[in-house]
């Protein structure tokens, strides 16, 4: 067996890795088509107030952080509903406040003996038992949730006025999308950092789309260059000594590459 | 719920909306028969657009009432025998990356559905484009998508917001003729237009609306100078001389 299975510390890292490479782009692709993709940014940035309160409070990173997220995402839901400010200011003032916040509490609970840049740029290798545990039930539970309710969440993104005529609760269900974007970034912190998590659930998704195929074609596309991405980008990072979250964002961005050159060479083909 | 039972589609009674002060919808009531085909024609920014959003309940009235249906514009059963085509297909982005199928079921699904989906890509005439991506379609083609993912509900009543708005003549006549088979099964038709032609020849009667109810003729096309002049201070009602009956 090579060394990179054989370290328990690795074997996590790809259980953990795997998780994420499959919920990220599966709730990402409802983020992109609706063009929420700064959502994702905005979440990621509040999450770090999330890490920084839990610091000061003693309490676990990972569920702090989804509480905080859940919050400010009903909060981004429920001003966007009222209509009374752009959603980009919306989006601005929580990305800026949730920055802000972060700093400050990260400055309060100075001298906690906390790496904090491996929450800023996500270290998969330090993640411990229990948060692989966490992390893989919360993925679970919002995978199987997003399948349950994927033909609803697809009728919002295709027009949301269509949808709450037809009868679909269009309320609720974007509620339920927002806190499913939450609960992704929540779990990807340890993988690609806070400062990364928008990017596993939006470019895996950008390259599939290369390929103007279907809804359902597209996200199982953008699993496969989200999963490929994650392992490459652990083995990559391992062999050669490189920051893991950095690595695998970079393999996605190769993904992509890549993808937009086969999509353009199949167009040509066609016509 | 037994819709087939119901003569009035729709019956609005003192409808008022109000949007930053200003009255959008002025105190007006109407009656729409099961089975009608109503134009509701206006200038633009005489609410035409904002009565649609009332009778689908994507908003709710000021003051007044609306039932659709026998029930509330909110209930869910009552929706459930709504179909709705908005504008230029809606908020639906051209990199939308979705088939037509998937556009034409939407959320639907069960054996039922799955008739009424085939039905409607049958009688769109769109079966043959089932597997192919929206963004690959002519403007036509995804007015008749829309229209097939609001029949596909197997409405009672279709509600359509400038449906051939950017469409060429040709698409055009093929829309106004899948409108015309469809309101020939029983399903009543209530299409928002600025073209007075269109709905003197399609409709069969019209509301006329300028922040208030101009008139609402029983024969669209009797419409007449008077209330056109009103309508959009012109004299436009000479577009409509050769329709006069």
């Known amino acids: 067996m090579p060394a990179i299975f054989a370290l328990e510390f690795m074997q996590r890292a790809f259980a953990v890795g795997l998780v994420v490479g499959i919920v990220a782009p599966t709730i990402g692709i409802f983020f992109v088509v609706r063009r929420y993709s700064s959502m994702a940014d905005t979440l990621a940035h509040v999450s770090l107030a999330g890490i920084a309160a839990s610091l000061l409070a003693g309490t676990a990173a990972i569920p702090t952080a989804l509480v905080v997220a859940v919050c400010s995402v009903l909060g981004i839901e429920h001003l966007r509903e009222k209509k009374t400010l752009l959603p980009d200011t919306i989006v601005s003032l929580f990305l800026f406040g949730g920055l802000a916040t972060g700093i400050v509490l990260l400055g309060l609970s100075h001298g906690k003996n906390v790496n904090i840049v491996n929450y800023l740029f996500g270290n998969i290798v330090t993640v411990t038992p229990q948060d692989a545990w966490l992390i893989t039930i919360l993925g679970v539970i919002a995978f199987v949730l997003t399948l349950v309710l994927w033909r609803h969440l697809f009728a919002i993104s295709l027009d949301e006025d269509v949808a709450a005529a037809g009868g679909l609760h269009v309320r609720l269900l974007n509620r339920v999308l927002a806190v499913l974007g939450a609960a992704t970034i929540a779990i990807s912190m340890n993988v690609v950092g806070v400062l990364l998590i928008g990017a596993l659930m939006v470019i895996p998704v950008l390259g599939a789309m290369q390929f103007r195929v279907g809804f359902r074609r597209t996200w199982e596309l953008s699993l496969i260059i989200s999963v490929l991405s994650v392992v490459l980008g652990l083995v990559a990072s391992f062999y050669l000594d490189l920051a893991s979250g950095g690595t695998i964002v970079l393999c996605a961005i190769g993904f992509f590459i890549v993808s937009t050159f086969l999509a353009g060479g199949m167009t040509k083909r066609q016509l | 719920m037994p819709v087939a039972k119901i003569s009035a589609a729709i019956t609005a009674s003192h409808l008022t909306f109000t949007r930053n002060g200003e009255d959008v919808l002025h105190d007006f009531s109407f009656t729409i028969a099961a089975g009608d085909y109503v134009g509701v024609i206006g200038p633009n920014g005489g609410g035409k657009t904002t009565l649609l959003r009332l009778l689908l309940g994507l908003l709710q009235p000021t003051n ?182």
């Not at chain 2, 908005?86 to 639906?92: A, C, I, N």
């Not at chain 2, 036509?140 to 097939?148: D, F, I, S």
């Not at chain 2, 669209?220 to 009103?230: F, N, P, T, W, Y």
């Open chain 2, 64 to 245: 007044g009432s609306i039932t659709l249906l026998g029930g509330k514009t909110t209930e869910t059963q009552v929706r459930r025998h709504v179909g709705y085509v908005p504008q230029r297909g809606g908020s639906l982005d051209a990199q939308f990356p979705a088939t037509v199928e998937e556009v034409v079921r939407s959320w639907r699904h069960g054996a039922e559905a799955e008739r009424h989906i085939a039905e409607a890509m049958h009688d769109m005439g769109i079966e043959k484009l089932a597997a192919r991506p929206m963004s690959r379609l002519s403007g036509g083609e995804r007015q008749k998508v829309m229209l097939a993912r609001a029949m596909a509900g197997n409405p009672s009543i279709l509600f359509l917001d400038e449906p051939v708005d950017g469409l060429d003549p040709a698409s055009r006549d093929a829309f106004y003729a899948l409108l015309r088979t469809i309101n020939a099964k029983g399903v009543t038709i209530i299409f928002v237009s600025h073209d007075v032609h269109a709905i003197a020849q399609e409709a069969s009667s019209a509301i006329c609306l300028k922040h208030q109810l101009v008139c609402h003729s029983k024969k669209a096309c009797h419409i007449d100078g008077e209330e056109l002049r009103d309508l959009f201070h012109s004299d436009r009602h000479a577009l409509l001389d050769h329709h006069d009956t």
